[in-house]
């Protein structure tokens, strides 16, 4: 393992000698491309993993109370839902981006394209705070009277709706921590230990915002297209 | 060793953008589907188009394609949920216990 006096996470190459006296160059977690990347997929399949069991017990209640939850859905703004969708398609494309102009050497380019990322991830952010906003002030949230029992609500309609502010509340959670992220990613890239020879950091932090987009991919229509049909009968 | 494989810019940038192309079609297909076609299925549609989408997000935004461990790995975590999802249908088509779930009526 490599170590250093004066940061423990700075990349330097340490040679390890084998029985015939050749050297090798030991590698660090920076260096070590391939093993850095299965060790992030191996993290991002938990994730997918956690967000699974979310989406089986959406799927139980719904088999169980259909009708209530194409009732419920039918009432979510499908409009901001539908910017936001538009919103991180295009936070993938920057954040793609910025990958790539790392890895041609373009470093300013990069960093441009990180800001760009998390510019739009504030925007998802704003409208999904507007959108709550306005779902609070129609009634429709956690621990208000009207999503308790014998509030007006049917049972299946406010389990819909619990199982709806968790998800994209876990999910904007997860926008948040992909904006701390990439903040981190801008700060490494200034001090030089991320740049286009070691950019394992930025794939794997690009890697994570596709899968953050990735699963508003199933919430988006889960949510907010099931009950569309009821309003076009 | 870091990652010094070249880049063909000018291709990937194209690559990207194509991909953007296709994604937002398909989102514009999520938009007017219940409207238009198959409405009487508009969930199982409307996962059928969230998932193209997720393969195209895995194998060209992800960079699956050709990633041979990574990929198996990938398909055995969705294999296991997707195990998990059908035991969960499956049960809940025979559900037994209304009268005394907390899950099917508020509870008394």
């Known amino acids: 393992m490599a170590h250093d006096s004066h940061d423990s996470h700075e990349y330097v190459p340490e040679i390890a000698v084998d029985r015939n006296g050749k050297e090798h160059v030991v590698q660090g977690w920076q260096g070590d491309f391939d093993g850095a990347k299965l060790g992030f997929w191996l993290f991002m399949l938990t994730e997918v993993l956690m967000f699974g069991a979310m989406f089986m017990t959406l799927t139980y209640y719904f088999t169980l109370h259909h009708a209530d939850f194409i009732h419920a859905s039918s009432e979510l703004d499908r409009t901001l839902g539908g910017i936001n969708t538009v919103v991180l398609l295009f936070s993938a494309l920057t954040m793609g981006l910025g990958l790539l102009k790392m890895r041609s050497g373009d470093v300013k380019g990069a960093k441009l394209m990180i800001w760009a990322t998390i510019l739009l991830a504030l925007v998802f952010l704003g409208v999904k705070a507007l959108e709550w906003t306005n779902d609070y002030n129609e009634g429709i949230f956690l621990g208000l009277e009207t999503m308790q029992a014998g509030g007006g609500k049917s049972f299946g309609e406010i389990l819909f709706f619990g199982m709806y502010f968790t998800m994209t509340g876990l999910h904007g959670f997860h926008i948040i921590i992909g904006i701390g992220l990439m903040l981190w990613l801008l700060k490494r890239i200034n001090s030089k230990k991320v740049s286009p020879e070691h950019h394992i950091l930025h794939f794997n932090i690009a890697l994570y915002w596709d899968l953050v987009h990735l699963i508003w991919v199933f919430v988006f229509p889960y949510f907010y297209m099931t009950g569309a049909g009821a309003i076009h009968g | ?108």
């Open chain 2, 1 to 108: 060793m870091a990652n010094h494989t070249t880049v063909d810019y000018k291709a990937e940038k194209g690559g990207y953008y194509k991909v953007l192309v296709g994604l937002l079609l398909l989102t514009a297909l999520t938009f007017i589907q219940p409207s238009m076609f198959l409405t009487d299925i508009t969930f199982g549609i409307q996962m059928l188009i969230g998932t193209v989408k997720a393969w195209i997000i895995l194998m060209y935004y992800m960079h699956l394609k050709g990633e041979k461990l990574i990929g198996w790995t990938v398909v055995f975590a969705v294999f296991i949920v997707v195990f998990f999802f059908t035991i969960v249908i499956i049960d809940v088509s025979n559900f037994q216990y209304a009268d005394v779930s907390h899950i099917t009526s508020p509870a008394k």
